[in-house]
């Protein structure tokens, strides 16, 4: 897979994709990221990325110029991909999404500075816009990293063995387990007796049970089976 990330602060997001899982994936060449600045494809000498709203207002407005320039010369190599713009106004991401973005064999992702971009840029320009919640960040910036943090580590060979997906939160539907390691007994808590046990099956069960009712205590929305009593149940009074 390749990734191109437009902004006007590439530092801010090179160096999240020099660490851990999405520096090891790049090293096993199985994504290739660019990273792009967006003042490279103006064409006046003062880089102008932003002008003032039609209509006015507060803040600023991002210029659609040299956005359409960049995407048209990063198409120039290879595949059209899929364009991506990461916006508060955008489809919330959320794990189904990621499955689907990390099918793709190109994403090209506009980070967009919160005060807006030129809606010709999300009309006909971005394939898809995308927010990764309800709450306000500065720029896309962070958004991006966030996501391809998460369609990374889905590209196959990305984890180790022992990183596994199949386990993991949210692809099962579920929240995880606690999980403890040593010392069995830490400034007077103790790990649960059932994983000192050695009896794998009720280590399963007692596993199952947690994520049971984690999930229903902290996140009833993702057992749309069941009726969220959350608020009213015993086991939500002792948080
Ligand atoms: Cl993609 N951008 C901004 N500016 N704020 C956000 C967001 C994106 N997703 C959540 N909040």
Redesign the pocket.
């Known amino acids: 897979m390749r990734i191109d990330l437009v902004t006007i602060f590439p530092p801010l997001v090179a160096g999240a994709f020099e660490h851990s899982i999405v520096k090891r994936a790049r090293d096993r060449g199985l994504v290739e990221i660019f990273v792009h600045d967006l003042r490279d494809y103006t064409s006046d000498r003062h880089r102008t990325v932003d002008d003032y709203p039609y209509g006015g207002g507060a803040g600023m407005v991002m210029k659609p110029e040299p956005w359409f320039r960049a995407v048209e010369a990063l198409r120039e190599q290879g595949n059209p991909g899929r364009c991506l713009l990461?916006?508060?106004q955008?489809r919330k991401?959320d794990q189904s999404l990621v499955q689907r973005l990390a099918l793709e064999d190109r994403l090209i992702l506009l980070?967009?500075?919160?005060e807006g971009v030129d809606e010709r840029v999300r009309a006909h320009l971005a394939d898809v816009e995308?927010?990764?919640?309800?709450?306000?960040?500065?720029?896309?910036e962070?958004?991006?990293v966030v996501l391809v943090d998460a369609v990374v580590r889905l590209q196959p060979g990305a984890l180790g063995s022992s990183e596994s997906t199949v386990e993991e939160s949210f692809s099962e539907g579920l929240l995880e387990y606690p999980q403890y390691t040593r010392p069995p007994e830490f400034r007077g808590w103790r790990v649960p007796d059932v994983l000192l046990s050695g009896d794998h099956a009720a280590i399963e069960r007692w596993r199952r049970q947690q994520q049971l009712q984690r999930t229903r205590e902290r996140r009833p929305d993702l057992l749309p089976m069941v009726d969220d009593v959350s608020e009213t149940t015993s086991e939500s009074q002792d948080r």
């Open positions: 990461l916006t508060p955008g991401l980070c967009g500075r919160y995308v927010s990764i919640g309800d709450y306000v960040l500065s720029g896309g962070p958004a991006a």
